[in-house]
């Protein structure tokens, strides 16, 4: 197995957006006939804008020229905190390896890399949503389950 890990960049626009329909439908346990069309155009069009102004970072990793895994990190502002002062934060996104590399490390040097990505541009707020898949990976780098946060969910 030689895996090359390689940074995203607008040429790969296409294999982004179609890892990010398998990520969501691994993740909701959606079949293929479920229509994910608007999802994967409004997908491609978050990648055109956020690659080429640096709001997100992401890694395509393949094996020779198959498809391994992928991961990624976008990056957005919020109000400042005593705890965050600037107010920037980075969420780790689209985690995904291919169920034939798992178990070899992939995520977690996908997830190393994207962490390295946002300190390096000063950002220490990082955060992620884990499927019980996912858990012990981000449990294991030194992620914390948040215990305050909530959501309204959509009615």
């Known amino acids: 197995m030689q895996l090359v890990y390689k940074r995203a960049t607008i040429e790969d626009i296409d294999i982004l957006t179609e890892t990010r329909i398998q990520v969501l439908r691994a993740a909701n346990k959606l079949s293929d006939d479920v229509d994910m069309s608007e999802v994967k155009v ?38 400042p905190t005593f705890h965050n002062p ?3 934060k980075a969420y780790i996104m689209n985690m995904y390896t291919d169920p034939g590399y798992r178990r070899n490390g992939i995520a977690y040097q996908t997830l190393d890399m994207l962490v390295h990505d ?38």
């Open 42 to 79: 409004q997908s491609y069009n978050y990648y055109k804008k956020s690659l080429c102004d640096g709001t997100h970072i992401a890694y395509l990793v393949f094996d020779e020229n198959r498809f391994a895994g992928a991961g990624g990190v976008s990056f957005y502002q919020v109000m």
């Open 118 to 155: 946002a300190k390096e541009k000063g950002v220490t707020a990082i955060s992620l949503e884990a499927t019980d898949m996912g858990r012990p990976l981000y449990e294991k780098y030194g992620f914390i389950k948040m215990n305050d946060e909530m959501e309204l969910p959509d009615k």
């Open 86 to 88: 600037d107010g920037n």
